[in-house]
Nanobody, 123 residues
Framework: QVQLVESGGGLVQAGGSLRLSCAAS????????MGWFRQAPGKERDFVAT???????YYAGSVKGRFTISRDTGKNTVYLQMNSLKPEDTAVYYC?????????????????WGQGTQVTVSS
């Protein structure tokens, strides 16, 4: 069993930055791949970024170069640094864990999910 708790969301102006955090507990964090997804109103939950246990990363094209995913194994925490935010980044952001540890963008591979944190970017 894995518990995930996101924090760090909020309201920011376009061009600003936010850092999301996801604290994991309940199972060894170090062997899980961790991902961030987001869901805007009326839309599907989309992949944003992922990081493997060895810290390999992959990003959605819409955020590459603006967002950075990282992990701190000692703190059982994964981060999403979001820079140059745009109004279209507005969504609920979810942290997820894939116990197999493989780098994947496929939502169904992630077995555990956090409750989400709202990010709103004003123009």
């Amino acid at each position: 069993q894995v518990q995930l708790v996101e924090s760090g969301g909020g309201l920011v102006q376009a061009g600003g930055s936010l850092r999301l955090s996801c604290a994991a507990s309940g199972r060894p964090f170090s062997t899980s791949a961790m991902g961030w997804f987001r869901q805007a109103p009326g839309k599907e939950r989309d992949f944003v970024a992922t990081i493997t246990p060895s810290s390999s990363t992959y990003y959605a094209g819409s955020v590459k170069g603006r967002f950075t995913i990282s992990r701190d194994t000692g703190k059982n925490t994964v981060y999403l640094q979001m820079n140059s935010l745009k109004p279209e980044d507005t969504a609920v952001y979810y942290c997820a864990a894939a116990l197999g540890g493989s780098l994947t963008t496929i939502r169904s591979v992630y077995e555990y999910w956090g409750q989400g944190t709202q990010v709103t970017v004003s123009s």
